[in-house]
Structures are given as structure tokens and as C-alpha cells.
């Protein structure tokens, strides 16, 4: 079995569950689920979970992100964006300065409406399933921050504009809402993912690519290991002693753990070696609150583990099949 995550370049008319359904064909496993709805006619990154990595998808959307996207000022629509029914088209006459000076009074915190078009429940159901039964129901606004967003191109009506911003942030919304603000109403055209969190569209693959990959015997290439992901959380590893307590998945206190020099997490070290790895006791060399990788005195990458007090509390664990 395949464990990791795979960054998916998803084509338009593809639902993220068709994703799975597709690697499941692909990779022959049923153990995969993805991080988090994208839309069909959306393309980009989709980060997937494999194996014992589905741990993280309940994580991983929580990231940050990043798309590209082209804004059709005068048109506005039930969607938000050119799929759904025109409501109602205007003349854009504002300018180039007005264009760049609407745009960036989105830019920081702000409140947004979830559209009615969306994955959101309310009361057990999909909003977009009420939306499609022509039945509205009130959203409460929420809290998003977009830290950046940059104007590409401004060709007529048309805008595209890259934007990173906080989860939980809807592009058509931003779309129509900057539309709002010019007076000429406006809705999303195109849609791409470009970032989510680590994961890049440089690094994604379409499913096309991820089969020729597999045919190829190549797909390790293109997995990420659960502790890579994580690869900026400091690295321990358990004494001997202790070995016990983390292939149980129990807590462990700050002297039964040592630092793993950098570079050095998966190798099968020496008793001599282990011995004289970095001591990691004491309170004041931890940080509440930190994340931390959690690799059994073997070697093997074990969980993530968080700073409590005076001990190390497990918060995912990954559990080797064979140790």
C-alpha cells in the first residue's frame, strides 16, 4: 500500500471525489481521500491522501492557498461564476485606476458571505443542493484574510488576478463582490489552484501522467512522505527505553527523547551514535504548543507529537506497517 500524499493537477469536469475515485483505479487501493472540494470547472492543485497519510486530510485543508483566476466585470450571475444563469449584465465603464483601487481594498481581513453554491451544510444539507431546488437560505458571514492580490492582466473586461489568501476564502465571491464595488457587477470566468499550503502547481500531476507514472514503475517519485510535509517541525527520536510508549501511541516526557541531527530522520543509527546524539531535556528546550516529528529509536518516522506542560502528547500518529 502507497502511503503519502500526491498533488493531483486537476482538469476541468472532474469533481474531487471523481479524483479519488480515479487513483483508486490507479494506485489499486482503496485508502484515499482528498483534502478538501474543488470545484469541476476549477482546475489545479488537489492535494490527496494515501494510505496511513489520510490522517492529514482534515489538516491539510486548513492551509493556506493560492489561485489564478479571471474576473468578468459587467456580469453577474446565480453562481458567482459562468456556469450557472446571467442575472444581469452592465456596461463597465470604470478605468484602469479604478480597476487596481477596488482590487486592493480587498487585500487583509475581511467578512465574506459563503455563496449559496457551495459544499457548505446548513441543517444536514449542501447549501448547493438547496441552491439547485431554488431554495435561499441566510449565511453567516465569516472571517478570511487575503494576504495578496496581484493584477496579471487587464484585457476589456476581463481581469486576471492572482490571489493568496486564508482557508475558507470563495474566488467567485472575491470575483463578484470587487465587481460590487465598481458598480458593474462582475463573476468568476476561469479558476486554477496554484498553491495549498507546501503543495505547488509545479509539482502536480495530471491523472494522465500519474498512470503513465504508475506503468512505468515510477510512482514512489511523486509521493510525499507524511514527515517531508512536515519537514520544517523540529525532529526526535525516542531512547530505546521508551519505545514502548510510542509504538503504543502514549505521551512521552522531555528526558526519554533526543534531538535528531538535521538530515538524519530515517536512518538506522548505532547504540554508540544514539548515545551521543543532542540531549533534548529540560522544559526550556521545548515550545508549547510546537510540533514536533516523532521517529522510534530505529529510525522509523512514528507521528507528529505537540508540546504539553512537561511532557510530548501525540497528535497524529502514523503507525509503520512493519517495523
Known amino acids: 500500500m502507497i502511503h503519502g500524499v500526491m498533488i493531483v493537477n486537476k482538469e476541468k469536469d472532474f469533481t474531487s471525489h471523481d479524483v479519488v475515485a480515479k487513483l483508486r483505479g490507479i494506485c489499486?487501493?482503496?485508502?484515499i481521500g482528498h483534502t478538501g472540494t474543488l470545484d469541476p470547472n476549477a482546475t489545479g492543485v488537489l492535494p490527496v491522501c494515501l494510505g496511513n497519510a489520510t490522517k492529514l486530510c482534515d489538516?491539510?485543508?486548513?492551509?493556506d492557498k493560492a489561485y489564478e483566476a479571471v474576473l468578468l466585470l459587467?456580469?453577474?450571475t446565480d453562481t458567482q461564476d459562468m456556469t450557472g444563469t446571467v442575472l444581469e449584465e452592465k456596461e463597465v465603464t470604470c478605468s484602469e485606476d479604478e480597476i487596481r483601487k477596488a482590487i486592493a481594498s480587498f487585500v487583509g481581513d475581511s467578512m465574506?458571505?459563503?455563496?449559496?453554491y457551495s459544499a457548505l451544510k446548513v441543517n444536514g444539507q449542501k447549501l448547493y443542493e438547496l441552491a439547485r431546488k431554488g431554495i435561499e437560505v441566510e449565511r453567516k458571514a465569516r472571517s478570511i484574510h487575503?494576504?495578496?492580490i496581484d493584477i496579471l492582466a487587464i484585457d476589456g473586461p476581463r481581469i486576471?488576478?492572482?490571489?493568496?489568501?486564508?482557508?475558507?476564502?470563495?474566488?467567485?465571491?472575491?470575483c463578484e463582490d470587487i465587481g460590487e464595488a465598481l458598480g458593474c457587477g462582475g463573476c468568476m470566468e476561469e479558476l486554477k489552484r496554484i498553491r495549498v499550503g507546501v503543495f505547488t502547481i509545479d509539482k502536480a500531476k495530471t491523472l494522465d501522467e500519474i498512470e503513465a507514472l504508475r506503468d512505468a514503475g515510477r510512482l514512489s517519485e511523486i509521493v510525499m512522505k507524511v514527515d517531508d510535509i512536515y519537514a520544517d517541525a523540529p525532529a526526535l527520536t525516542v531512547v530505546p527505553e521508551a519505545v514502548g510508549k510510542l509504538e503504543n501511541g502514549n505521551i512521552v516526557f522531555f528526558d526519554e527523547v533526543r534531538s535528531v541531527?538535521?538530515?538524519d530522520e530515517g536512518f538506522?543509527?548505532?547504540k554508540q551514535e544514539r548515545m551521543t546524539e543532542t540531549k533534548t531535556t529540560g522544559s526550556d528546550a521545548f515550545s508549547p504548543g510546537q510540533l514536533y516529528r516523532m521517529y522510534h529509536a530505529n529510525g522509523a518516522f512514528y507521528g507528529l507529537y505537540t508540546c504539553e506542560e512537561d511532557r510530548l502528547k501525540p497528535y497524529k500518529m502514523f503507525l509503520p506497517e512493519k517495523i
Open 28 to 31: 489499486k487501493q482503496k485508502k
Open 261 to 263: 541531527p538535521a538530515g
Open 59 to 63: 489538516l491539510l485543508t486548513d492551509h
Open 146 to 148: 487575503i494576504d495578496a
Open 268 to 270: 538506522v543509527r548505532s
Open 160 to 174: 486576471t488576478i492572482r490571489v493568496s489568501c486564508s482557508k475558507g476564502t470563495y474566488i467567485r465571491t472575491l
Open 112 to 116: 465574506q458571505v459563503p455563496p449559496m
Open 74 to 76: 459587467g456580469v453577474k
